[in-house]
């Protein structure tokens, strides 16, 4: 905080934000323990279930499954070099994670973008998917399930509100105290901090500035 108020010259020029990229799910047994239908999803069980599901749909394909908390990689020479359908295993794969206990939707990365949107739980998954990294089917649980290579702890990177809601908190010059309960996205920081320098948005800002919290609803403007 020193350095901080250093750099800014003096306390009474200083902002401070406190956000988060994510959420967290709560540890699933003490949601059980609440009442709530909550589970523990082990990826380990669910890869080896995969793997043996494909091997007798595909028996002259050999697949290797993995599994990285929400995504499932197929890996295979066959895959790999072309010679078997990849489409086709991807989309088995998908099939039959979506009938798994504790799956809401699944989809294989050939369809990410032109299966229709389950109840709103494949668009946030499309918006996160990075190809080349991604998993070859991205399988979304059902609220209160929380996959995790360990059985210890909890997870998070589902669509619903326990892992999507943050807080935001600004304080300091040209912020009027007080709760605000509108809804801010965590895009919206950066262009309101922009905002609060004076300064145009940065270039790759997908957020909008905020502003009913500034001081005398505008920005504060630099120190004399």
């Known amino acids: 905080m020193t350095a901080a108020e250093?750099?800014?010259?003096?306390?009474?020029?200083l902002v401070i934000?406190?956000?988060?990229?994510?959420?967290?799910?709560?540890v699933p047994e003490h949601w059980a323990s609440e009442g709530l239908p909550a589970r523990r999803m082990n990826t380990k069980e669910l890869s080896q279930g995969l793997a043996q599901a494909l091997k007798a749909r595909f028996p002259q394909v050999e697949v290797t499954v993995t599994?990285?908390?929400?995504?499932?990689?197929?890996?295979?020479?066959?895959?790999?070099?072309?010679?078997?359908?990849?489409?086709?295993?991807?989309?088995?794969?998908?099939?039959?994670?979506?009938?798994?206990?504790?799956i809401a939707a699944a989809v294989a990365r050939d369809d990410l973008y032109t299966a229709p949107d389950v109840a709103g739980l494949i668009a946030p998954v499309r918006r996160g998917y990075y190809a080349?990294?991604?998993?070859?089917?991205?399988?979304?649980?059902?609220?209160?399930?929380?996959?995790?290579?360990?059985?210890?702890?909890?997870?998070?990177?589902?669509?619903?509100?326990?892992?999507?809601?943050?807080?935001?908190?600004?304080?300091?010059?040209g912020v009027k105290p007080g709760t605000?309960?509108?809804?801010?996205?965590?895009?919206?920081?950066?262009?309101?901090?922009?905002a609060m320098l004076e300064l145009g948005a940065p270039a790759s800002?997908?957020?909008?500035p905020r502003?009913?919290?500034?001081?005398?609803?505008?920005?504060?403007?630099?120190?004399?």
Do not use: C, M
């Open 6 to 13: 250093k750099a800014a010259g003096g306390r009474a020029n």
């Open 17 to 26: 934000v406190l956000t988060a990229d994510h959420g967290g799910a709560a």
């Open 67 to 102: 599994q990285e908390e929400s995504d499932v990689y197929l890996l295979g020479k066959a895959l790999e070099d072309g010679k078997a359908d990849g489409a086709a295993v991807r989309r088995a794969a998908a099939e039959w994670l979506s009938k798994q206990p504790g």
């Open 132 to 173: 080349g990294r991604s998993g070859d089917v991205l399988i979304v649980p059902q609220a209160f399930q929380v996959i995790s290579n360990v059985l210890v702890g909890t997870n998070h990177g589902t669509p619903y509100n326990y892992d999507q809601q943050v807080p935001v908190v600004f304080a300091g010059k």
């Open 180 to 194: 605000y309960l509108q809804e801010i996205n965590a895009t919206d920081v950066a262009p309101t901090l922009a």
């Open 205 to 208: 800002a997908e957020g909008h």
């Open 211 to 224: 502003t009913e919290f500034f001081t005398n609803g505008r920005p504060a403007g630099p120190s004399n």
